[in-house]
């Protein structure tokens, strides 16, 4: 309450949390009273309160996520594509074209990260454009590429989906359904996905704060849906010397608050190809679970993203790190107990 | 190109220019070339080069919206919403609850701003919100509320819709589609309300540049549908003591690169109701066509947005003081050619 | 406290608090507590909490500062720059070059400005310069020059100062000294200035919040100087299209929070002359008390900010619309009681 | 040029180019001239072109930062600080408390932080805070217990110096001078830093561009003083979770665009204890030549950041950690020429 807030003022307030079946617990301070809202979903009601005259300031304490929360369940979950565990020990690499150009280029790709060691094969379908004049993915002829690129490299198969309608058609073909940064908090998309069964890998909004994100994942388990994947894909800052800025912070934080997986995307976060690989070793070093990986067998050509995709040469090194660092930091010593 | 590129390199990149059917004109600098890209979509080629070696940077010259850009249409963009003119001279209120919560307090609201001179009556049908446990709308039944409204005041009727399967549902009912911010960057929705014929507002997402804001423009003009009001929200900035920072700078800046009309959305812009009759009266005087504002009968009783909607005395305080200021720069000594 | 806060960790944050010579208040809610933390300076302790076992979130109820607070002091604080009252009912216009070139193009400037109604000179001598190759400033000639148009056209004069020990010798010319974006956290020139006794007009942080920035004024408030104007001039967002993002929801919220005036600076919080006008007039519709506008006799000879400075002609337009709009809005609804 | 330009407007410019010694390039367009400036220091001339008429955008082509280029020094700088080589192979830990708090505290740390493999000690004599009412540190005192320290342990010493009068107090004490965050753009400060010769550790400004970074740099070195050490510390984003977003892109970037070497300070830029050790192994992964630590022996009781210092035992884990990744990324794969 505000300072000059009147105890009548005070009074309505704490009738009020009454009112909406709530516990007050009123603290008189020295210029100021404060009230602690207990109860029930009282994040739901905080709009109840702020017009109410004599408040000051309306303060959040508990989290409004819930099942998504580290305190609803305290182990980590280890989500199962297909045999490939995503969320345990094992640093997953997705890795594939932005798009799906041809059914050549594709598999020329499965095949070239397959047999250094990427798990899952990523690549669009169905792309969302900030211009309507851009290339917009082949759609469902690019599923089947991708279905057909899986039956012969064993490789499993990540894609985007856009819009609620396409859900059923993509969720045929693919093993994990993406959901991408614009739509993050498209709520339709997100129901849609979550009743479709098979594991979502929820892209950050490129705005969006890490409850949000986290609140985005809640739709989807609260669809009886469990196996979401977290994907840090780079925030929108003032620098502009990148296409993103990753949130590295975001990495550990989240799996402080959360059970769910978290990877990244360090093709979009950057979105510079020389930056990729420095980045990628620094999520992994940070405790991400996987990451995924912009590769095209001649990026020169590539329709969609050519800037921040690795050539084949430059994703071995990447991967060869990436074996090193992995040995070396898989017992660590920060995670001991 | 970088100051270390070699002849056969800027060679290669004048190559690739002309395989792609566009003309390369090249600048030597006393350190540098420069090569200019020019013809047809080359805005839509520019990732073929982010690969060739010795590219220093890619820099956009020309803007890549163009049935949006004053340059395509040199003159206003007015629409008209059965009679109401957006984008002339009158400044047009839309007025009314965030959500509609039930039939009384929607003909309450709306017979007090039509009495008060708003011309379109705003309510949330379908909410999209950050929390799956918050409340979600009324759907239909909302809507035939706002129409029921619409019959005994006159006034218009502008409502949110959030995924394509809506869009014929919505459409039925009202006489303006909003798209929020969330959606800016939905293009299957942004597709479907183009196709629908009917007027759009297009609600600027929250991290969205003004660039990509007239290009998701584009995405309904595109459709054919020349029908659309962008609405300036309030971006995501560091600053947290306002729930958005409203980007007063983008109403002139707007009106300076494209033809359509703007108005301005205080309530969400700024999520506190004592701010958003000073950032009204600064909107208009910053030149926006119309204003969005969040009026509830009993704000403390709402159930959503609660803190930033104003009551109906300071409604009527805002809708005084809003007449002397149109009044005052009906002929701005500034506009004057 | 974290809802597995075990009750002996509850009981040793209460002690810290006692051991302090503060006051706790603890609230038992259905899975956790929560521990009020009463009196004294309760923010200068708060690290002490930060590692202690058991502690979710520590969330800060009072504002830290004290001398700037609406609370402190109720009323508007008015303050006179010899004779010319900001603060007080009147729109003060301070108007001139970005910098001071010499002495002839100042002249002309601080002629023109003063017959149009402008009642202070703004000019730089000294100028904080991203690059080191930039122009800096003509220094003490530059004071000598604008002290000669003062006594010319009776204008007041600005001019900022950036380092410490420059601070008498720009107090011996200007009558307010300015405190740029770059230094507003720059302690020593904020304590030093507030020593000198002259008022102080102090520019926001390109990224600070409003809570940093009323802090900021705390320095030059608590060494006795009650003479501070804030100025709001932009802040730095994901936007690009400008220059700054200026913050229109600040001007209400500042006049809330805290007693002191708020002036606008639209040529640096747009970057481009064609939006200095329109957001201007916002600035003044918004609730400032007064604006510092960039003017050059030939914008295209400026040796800095040329981009951003109004002609003369463009100016005078400005503050015929400007006399109209303060006219219409002299005695405001809004602001009745 | 705008495409709506005239043949005098484009001639205007093309005089002005050659008017101010620069050389223009026309370039003509399917719908637009482009014209490129060439020579001298173009950079500081834009702004005499902002305002002619006709001018759509002025793009800047070459970077404004000279000496701090990868071009004008190609291979690695390397800083020797008293035999402690920063840039060169070994990944340099500087550790110790923000604030020296008194004798005891700073001994027991640097004791305890040397043992363990840290090269420099860090300790806050001179605090700028953001609140007047904050501990300010202890001053000269506290310089005389750092040197202390030096002399018992071997290890170095790096603090902050906040404003140019006390540049040759802390110099005389100190082997690196610390310019903080605040301070990035304080160009007073800067120079007489450099005019030092003491190797200077510049902060990144926390809502600076890479860009200005590297500019803020330039003041330094252009004083003659080439042993400028730069160090991401977070910037300031949308996101509150974490008290800064520390730029991981930075790494990297900054390696290909200067020659100098960049530390990372995790502790600021996260502002939380238990994301230090992600983050640091994460910064070292991305490439970073050292790491900035805060480290107390009672992190309870720090009189200031106590959050974000790591105690002994989490500074041990992470020492262990940092070893063993530095051992498998000594020989990069992707750093092979």
Not at 77 to 84: A, F, M
Not at 126 to 135: A, C, V
Not at 213 to 241: D, K, P
Request: aromatic share 6%.
């Amino acid at each position: 309450m505000s300072h000059q807030a009147r105890p009548e003022q005070v009074e309505a307030v704490v009738a009020k949390v009454k009112e909406l079946g709530l516990r007050p617990e009123t603290s008189l301070g020295e210029d100021r009273a404060v009230i602690g809202v207990i109860g029930g979903n009282a994040y739901a009601y905080r709009e109840a309160f702020a017009h109410l005259p004599g408040i000051q300031e309306i303060v959040q304490i508990t989290k409004p996520f819930k099942l998504a929360s580290r305190e609803w369940r305290p182990q980590d979950t280890v989500i199962d594509v297909g045999g490939v565990k995503i969320g345990g020990g094992e640093v997953v690499v997705m890795a594939g074209p932005c798009s799906v150009e041809g059914v050549e280029m594709l598999m020329e790709t499965a095949r070239h990260v397959a047999a250094r060691g990427a798990r899952i094969l990523r690549g669009g379908a169905f792309k969302p454009r900030t211009s309507p004049y851009s290339f917009q993915g082949l759609g469902e002829e690019a599923l089947k590429m991708m279905a057909e690129a899986r039956a012969e490299t064993g490789l499993k198969v990540i894609t985007e989906v856009i819009t609620p309608a396409d859900v059923e058609l993509v969720a045929r073909y693919a093993d994990v359904l993406q959901l991408g940064t614009r739509n993050m908090q498209n709520y339709a998309l997100l129901q849609e996905a979550g009743r479709s069964g098979k594991p979502v890998m929820l892209k950050r909004g490129m705005s969006s704060t890490i409850e949000e994100w986290l609140l985005a994942a809640e739709y989807v388990l609260s669809q009886g849906n469990r196996n979401v994947i977290l994907c840090e894909r780079g925030i929108r800052t003032f620098e502009t010397a990148t296409r993103f800025t990753l949130d590295i912070n975001a990495i550990p934080l989240v799996r402080e608050l959360s059970h769910l997986p978290v990877v990244v995307d360090p093709s979009q976060g950057t979105g510079k190809w020389s930056l990729v690989g420095p980045v990628s070793l620094a999520a992994v070093a940070a405790g991400a679970s996987g990451l995924l990986i912009e590769v095209h067998p001649h990026p020169d050509d590539a329709l969609s993203d050519g800037a921040q995709s690795l050539d084949f040469e430059t994703f071995d090194r990447l991967m060869e790190d990436l074996g090193r660092l992995t040995g070396a930091l898989a017992d660590r010593a920060s995670l001991r107990r």
